[in-house]
């Protein structure tokens, strides 16, 4: 079943402003389980987006994005996925998805021009998810867009609420690392980080605002 759009009433989430920080989620794993992991994997910049630019990034985007909910398989099930999103760029998102990438605007070709300015890398798509609160999350995954087995570059940009980034080794999941990922910031995937680690934003019983993260990508043939 097609992903159906979402109507904007009901997709409207809230980043916390006036003076109001978005709340920190709780500590995820005991400190014993923590692993830093290295700079040729990842590259984290806060406030790699001024504080009032990222907002207006948040405000434009929860308002002109034709988000939709797409359908996933989980245990064997298809359900709806726990986070609205959309897809802009040249290529389709992978090769099994045929549905037609929507065309860059103006607020991401900036995003974009700032970003490729800063890494020295080109991106010709980006994937756009919002997490309304903490209700929304994604689960367990590597990111597979380009061919198999090269190494991939994946800029990620967070807008509104503050969550965290949790990482496990493939091989060994007692491996973990967990990054809070700060309004406006960049976090750069790099290297060999798809290929032997996995990622999600896990859900928060606390109350959260809404949070949209960019991630930028190199779409493979």
């Known amino acids: 079943m097609p992903a159906q759009p979402i109507a904007k009433k ?22 014993r389980e923590q692993l830093s992991l290295p700079a ?22 929860v308002s002109s994005v034709p988000w939709q909910q797409p359908r996933i398989m989980m245990y064997e099930k ?11 760029g040249e290529r389709p998102l992978r090769y099994e998805d045929k549905r037609s990438p929507l065309p860059w605007t103006p607020e991401l070709l900036q995003m974009k021009h700032k970003i490729e300015t800063y890494t020295g890398i080109t991106f010709n798509g980006v994937l756009l998810n919002y997490y309304r609160d903490g209700n929304d999350s994604v689960a367990w995954h590597s990111d597979k867009d380009t061919l198999p087995g090269m190494k991939t570059e994946i800029a990620s940009v967070s807008l ?22 700060e309004h406006g910031s960049l976090l750069l995937m ?20 809404g949070r949209i993260n960019l991630t930028f990508r190199k779409i493979g043939p």
């Open 10 to 31: 009901l997709s409207r989430g809230k980043a916390l402003r006036g003076g109001h920080p978005p709340a920190e989620q709780a500590k995820l794993f005991d400190d």
């Open 40 to 61: 040729h994997l990842i590259e984290y910049t806060p406030s790699f987006f001024g504080r009032e630019e990222a907002y207006r990034y948040f405000e434009q985007l």
């Open 78 to 88: 298809e359900v709806a996925a726990p986070r609205l999103s959309a897809f802009f």
């Open 160 to 181: 509104g609420q503050v969550r965290h980034f949790d990482f496990r080794s493939k091989a060994d999941h007692s491996l973990r690392h967990a990054i809070a990922l």
């Open 190 to 209: 790099k290297g060999d980080l798809q290929r032997y680690w996995e990622h999600r934003i896990a859900k928060s019983p606390l109350p959260m605002g």
